[in-house]
């Protein structure tokens, strides 16, 4: 009777063990999944704003082209303003780019343990 009891308790450990388990990697897939998401968007955003920035500057250039009457004029206000956005873009790297990034990470990985919560009373 015992022996049974222990072979039970053993059978039930293992099925329990191999669902865990499969729980794991299912969550492991979905975060995954969401990660691999976001950085295929990130990807895609930041090719279509260099296209939409790279032809709003050939834009600007040609206007202050016509403006000025010089193509060097232009091309020295066009790098002023690129230089002066890029070093903005770099002085406020964290804020704009890594404390978004990092927030998107945690709530796809901690996601699950939220639900959790809201579940407990």
């Known amino acids: 009777m015992i022996k049974e009891s222990y072979q039970q308790l053993w059978q039930d450990s293992k099925k329990y063990l191999e669902l865990r388990y499969d729980l794991l990697r299912v969550e492991l897939l979905e975060k995954v999944s969401l990660i691999s998401?976001?950085?295929l968007t990130a990807v895609v955003a930041i090719l279509l704003g260099t296209i939409i920035f790279t032809y709003l500057s050939i834009l600007l250039l040609l206007w202050l082209e016509t403006l000025l009457g010089?193509?060097?004029?232009g091309l020295c206000i066009v790098i002023g303003i690129h230089v002066i956005l890029f070093a903005c873009l770099f002085i406020f790297r964290k804020q704009c780019i890594i404390n978004p990034l990092v927030r998107q990470f945690s709530k796809i990985i901690f996601n699950q343990n939220k639900q959790e919560e809201e579940v407990q009373p």
């Open 37 to 39: 998401a976001l950085l």
């Open 70 to 73: 010089s193509m060097i004029y």
